[in-house]
């Protein structure tokens, strides 16, 4: 008898202690797709986020990570829906594209040095459609947008940068997190 009541008393212990599903636990959505690549897909969005160059070489303002987005919902996705949020909680938007034409050597030279480390993230996606978005643009390269759409057959695909309000990242755990309507990602992104 005693030993029965031990049980479930245990059982109920351990049920009351796990968070409930979807209660802001992002990490059982999230896989792992590489040293510095990572994914979340519940049932209603997939994103991932590649950045191998700057995990390792964030000693200048600019940080670049590559990311792709589907969602079962058909979306607007604005570039205001992206964010850095910093260890100690700040939150960085997209660098505005004024801030990036007037860096360009530096950009130029960042995506230089980025493209030998490219992440091929459109491989975790359906292939039906996959498009790409451009919120930046090097100079002669094309026009830029402020939106993309994205649904169960779309895929957007493009680089996000954030510059850095001391003009360097220091280490640590960031966290990057996209927000569309009734639909919010967070996932870590480690600068070592």
């Known amino acids: 008898m005693f030993r029965r009541f031990t049980m479930v008393a245990l059982t109920v212990i351990v049920v009351q202690a796990a968070p409930a599903w979807g209660q802001d636990d992002s990490s059982?959505?999230?896989?792992?797709?590489?040293?510095?690549?990572?994914?979340?897909?519940d049932d209603a969005i997939q994103l991932v986020a590649a950045y191998y160059y700057s995990q390792e070489h964030h000693d200048s303002r600019w940080l670049l990570i590559e990311a792709a987005v589907s969602t079962e919902e058909r979306f607007t996705v604005h570039r205001d829906a992206f964010r850095l949020i910093t260890p100690d909680g700040v939150e960085i938007?997209?660098?505005?594209h004024t801030r990036f034409r007037g860096d360009v050597e530096r950009v130029r030279l960042?995506?230089?040095n980025a493209s030998t480390t490219r992440?091929?993230?459109?491989?975790?996606?359906?292939?039906?459609?996959?498009?790409?978005f451009h919120f930046f643009r090097?100079?002669?390269?094309?026009?830029?947008?402020?939106?993309?759409?994205?649904?169960?057959?779309?895929?957007a695909l493009g680089d996000l940068f954030f510059a850095s309000p001391t003009d360097a990242w220091a280490n640590g755990t960031y966290t990057l997190?996209?927000?569309?309507e009734?639909?919010?990602?967070?996932?870590p992104i480690e600068l070592d």
């Open 28 to 41: 059982s959505f999230t896989t792992e797709r590489g040293r510095a690549a990572i994914e979340f897909k």
């Open 138 to 155: 090097l100079p002669g390269t094309g026009t830029i947008q402020d939106d993309f759409v994205v649904d169960s057959d779309r895929t």
């Open 177 to 180: 997190v996209v927000e569309l």
């Open 110 to 112: 960042l995506v230089q």
């Open 119 to 132: 992440h091929s993230i459109g491989s975790y996606f359906r292939p039906w459609r996959q498009e790409a």
């Open 182 to 187: 009734g639909v919010r990602v967070a996932v």
């Open 93 to 96: 938007p997209l660098a505005p």
